[in-house]
């Protein structure tokens, strides 16, 4: 089609779009009223004035005034009555207005005493009419031209000759102008009302968007802190439970410690998926990536697994394509994460038969693949998307006495989807599921990793052989908390490698002790009134005591990255609450130097 260069929209709707001057309607008829109303107060006003004027002069051409005032004060009325005029009502008191002043016009030109002078009164309100209302263009068009032929054909009755003529040619140049004038100004101020509400909206949202981040750092801030607080009496339950698992010669009671640790354990979990769910959901989940081995990845995950699958008499097959790369780069710990969650999934969830597990790795696309099928309850297809949503569990009845919040699957897939990757699943209800993980990692070294048995095996018998019993008789060691309980959960974990242990209640306490002692290493609380770890740190430091200890951050905060916050405060290292006595027994190998035995050295 030809292009006009006209845009219709100038004249239907103020040069927006349909429904952009729709939504700014009332917007736009509010402001009319207000406009139409004060107006009407000034035609009021003026309208009496002239009739007195006209009336102490002594002329009887009084008709148009008495339109004026009676159209004007009916008006007020009207709108007294309909205090709040919206939709058709505003529209009827603002074109009764615009009539009201054009039938003024139309009397005062039309009137005996003028019918032999070409009009100006007409004119003048054809082209004042604009001011008014901002409508949509064509309407008033509409209006002008039935006005103006109106007058025109009044005319033809009440004026004579050249007047008569005059009168057609102004009203018809000026009705013109009038309109001209009308879409100038009416299509302006209607975009300037179009902006003024964008902006104002824009406005809105970015408050809106203000108020809802705020509110998400208070629920991670509330998260972050709720942890806290769980983790520092896990700490006391799961290390005092240790206690009892060590020294009791009671059966039953270690028995119901055992049942203590593995709910201990369970509880950890959950509030590590809370935190997890909670930093993925405020954007503050990050990668960490790092050069692993796979192998070892999987040894832990077979170790993890194995044994509750051969429990249930399950079988278990895992395979590894040995061309995978020996050192891949990536977020060895999330990729843990994700497939220890699937697997175990595959177990809690299979009464009988198999789980098989395929690995492999796409060298072209850098696609790391796992597959694992089971053949147990299966999901039925219509929940195959709701399975990836928060706290959701399936089949509620049948699963009672599993355990689980339904929080696994949907961070392990968004986990995948921050690596690039998908988890898809296929499943036959009552049959058995496939659910395949994609993720892309970098390759670091691009040997194969050959068969991942044998280093399984070789991890294995290792860990018969030489299982570390640490002694340290030599060493000092500062531990810092203001919790009693959790000094005494480090006592009592460490009394069998007989280091000498000083504890202090506060930083205060501890910046005392270092200026008069030498220690081998210091453990050091974070969250203590009065001075926090950090701030003792600090202190230490800046008074150049104990420069060459080693400072391990002792916090039950776990969040994501607190490892590498420590470390940049200065801290040597940093375990988390509640305190896993491997950890802390590795970590003190591997500062302790000399000072340290394990059990093969000593034997
Ligand atoms: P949960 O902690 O409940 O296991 P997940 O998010 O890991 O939470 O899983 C959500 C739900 O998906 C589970 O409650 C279970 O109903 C279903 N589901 C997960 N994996 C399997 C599977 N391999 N076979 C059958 N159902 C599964």
């Known amino acids: 089609m030809k292009k006009t260069g006209i845009n219709i929209n100038l004249f239907l709707y103020c040069g927006l ?17 207000q406009l139409a109303t004060k107006c009407n107060i000034g035609i009021i006003v003026l309208g009496l004035l002239l009739f007195g004027v006209n009336i102490l002069l002594g002329y009887d051409n009084t008709a148009a005034y008495w339109v004026i005032v009676v159209g004007g004060i009916t008006l007020l009325a009207f709108r007294m009555i309909f205090k709040k005029l919206n939709g058709i009502m505003a529209h009827v008191y603002c074109y009764a207005l615009i009539t009201t002043v054009l039938a003024f016009g139309m009397a005062l030109s039309l009137q005996p005493g003028n019918a032999n002078m070409p009009s100006t009164s007409f004119v003048v309100f054809l082209v004042l009419l604009p001011i008014v209302v901002n409508d949509k263009p064509y309407r008033m068009g509409l209006l002008m031209l039935f006005v103006t032929l109106t007058y025109q054909i009044l005319c033809f009755f ?19 102008i009038g309109y001209v004038l009308y879409i100038l100004i009416s299509n302006r101020s209607v975009r300037e009302i179009f902006f003024w509400t964008q902006t104002a909206e824009n406005e809105r949202i970015r408050e809106e968007a203000r108020i809802a981040e705020e509110a998400n750092k208070a629920k991670s801030n509330f998260l972050a802190n709720m942890s806290h607080e769980i983790r520092t009496p896990m700490n006391a339950i799961i290390g005092l439970d240790e206690m009892i698992l060590r020294e009791s010669n009671d059966e039953t009671a270690k028995k119901y410690a055992e049942d203590i640790k593995s709910a201990g354990n369970t509880l950890l979990s959950i509030i590590n998926d809370i935190l997890d769910l909670s930093k993925i959901e405020t954007g503050k989940m ?37 061309s995978i790369p020996s050192v891949l780069n990536g977020d060895e710990i ?51 998307e709701r399975l990836f949503n928060s706290f959701l569990r399936l089949d509620e009845t049948r699963n009672r006495n599993i355990e689980g919040t339904g929080l696994g699957l949907n961070i392990s897939r968004q986990l995948a989807q921050m690596m690039d990757g998908t988890i898809e699943v296929e499943s036959e209800y009552g049959k058995g599921s496939v659910f395949t993980i994609t993720v892309v990692q970098k390759v670091a070294d691009d ?93 230490i430091r800046d008074l150049k005591l104990a420069d060459d200890t080693p400072v391990i951050a002792l916090t039950a905060d776990a969040i994501s990255g607190a490892k590498e916050m420590y470390i940049e405060q200065g801290f040597t290292d940093y375990l988390s609450k509640p305190i896993i006595y491997e950890e802390l027994e590795k970590q003190l190998i591997e500062y302790l130097g000399d000072k340290a035995y394990v059990s093969s050295d000593v034997q």
């Open 158 to 176: 009440c004026k004579t000759g050249e007047a008569l003529a005059a009168d057609i040619i102004n009203t018809a140049t000026f009705s013109i």
């Open 334 to 384: 999330r990729i843990r994460q994700i497939l220890l969650n699937i697997i175990n999934n595959a177990v809690k969830y299979t009464e009988k038969g198999s789980i098989d597990i395929y690995i492999s790795f796409d060298r072209v696309t850098s696609v790391l693949k796992a597959v694992v099928k089971d053949t147990g309850i299966g999901i039925k297809p219509e929940d195959k």
């Open 447 to 539: 040997t194969p990793m050959g068969d991942y048995t044998k280093r399984l095996e070789k991890a294995r018998k290792e860990e018969k052989e030489y299982k570390p019993q640490l002694l340290a008789p030599d060493a000092t060691l500062l531990v810092v908390d203001d919790n009693d309980m959790n000094i005494k959960v480090v006592k009592f974990l460490l009394k069998k490698t007989k280091i000498k242990i000083t504890t202090a209640l506060s930083g205060t306490e501890c910046l005392e002790l270092v200026k008069s002692n030498s220690y081998d290493i210091i453990l050091l609380d974070q969250m203590m009134p009065g001075m926090s770890g950090v701030e003792t740190l600090k202190a």
């Open 286 to 322: 990050e990668l960490i990536p790092v050069n692993y081995e796979l192998s070892s990845v999987i040894n832990d995950i077979v170790n993890m697994t194995e044994k509750k699958a051969e429990d249930k008499n399950l079988k278990f097959n895992m395979k590894v394509e040995e």
């Open 17 to 33: 779009e349909k429904k952009e001057l729709e939504n700014i309607y009332p917007i736009i008829m509010e402001r009319n009223v």
